[in-house]
């Protein structure tokens, strides 16, 4: 289950910081498709493109086959499950994935109720050939809470670990803005408390620049990037999304983040397309994100 994911989830969370549309729209960003034939040499490997499946959620619905189909034929050889197997067993989509030629590496999964949960969890995750699980969404104004999850996802990472796997957490933008008393935020404590050794960090660079937003960082990108380079885990995959100048979502290219900026000071094993709210359908911001990473030069 992707834990914490639905249509008003950037609306909800942006409510509650108190970031209305001028101050989201405030990130002095270099505009991301002016960044695609600027910079170095680099490329973003195309075997590291992934997309994560909340992003086409609506044709899932329509028709889960027929979607992931064409996200092969797009070109992705990745994707991030989430929303569960759509009525097949891990065995089954793993026949079928392998089928169409992709590869589903990484899944978000909520926290784990209990060992049997979390056994079922990873022998899924090795069935379907994943390298990464990751928790998607945690959320409250307890710093307790935060440091009993912190607890429990080292108990998991390292049930992981001894399987294989990779564990990480993928972050919003509450974790950067939320006091939890005398200035202590919960990413303070996750960064603190998770085992470096065992946890890496999805970063969700959409999240990480809105999170700049709500501290009132004057270069929301530079706050990002601190993030990234600041944490003692490893940023080992990134949510690559875009941001229109109103702060809401954005396919890749068509907003104000400068991702070759992002990409050039720290790079990962998987670049991760998303859009929570496709910007005309889920399928064109699918191809448009694709495209875009195989164009950037960073």
Sequence with gaps: ?????????RSVIAAGLGIGAAALAGTAATPAAASVAAGGGHRVPPGLISIQLWTVRADLARGYDATLTYLAEIGYPKVELALGYFGRTAAQLRAF?????VQASSSHDGLSP???????KIANALTLGQS?????????????????WAERMNVEAQAARSAGLRYGYHNHAHEFTTDLGGGTTPWDILTAELDPGLVHLEIDIYWAVTGGVGRGAADPV??????IRDAPQRVL???????????DMADLGTGTIDFRRVFE?????????????PDVTPRQTADTGYRYLRRLRF
């Design 97 to 101: 994935l392998d089928g169409i030629g």
């Design 1 to 9: 289950m992707c834990y914490g994911y639905g249509p008003s989830r």
């Design 222 to 227: 530079g706050f990002a990037i601190d993030v």
């Design 132 to 148: 990464y699980l990751v928790v998607p969404y945690l959320n409250s104004a307890s710093a307790d809470e935060w440091k009993a």
């Design 237 to 247: 995959q990134y949510h690559v999304k875009d941001r229109h100048l109103n702060g």
């Design 114 to 120: 209990d060992a049997a949960a979390l056994d079922a």
């Design 265 to 277: 000071s720290h790079r990962v094993k998987e670049y991760i397309v998303e859009n929570d709210t």
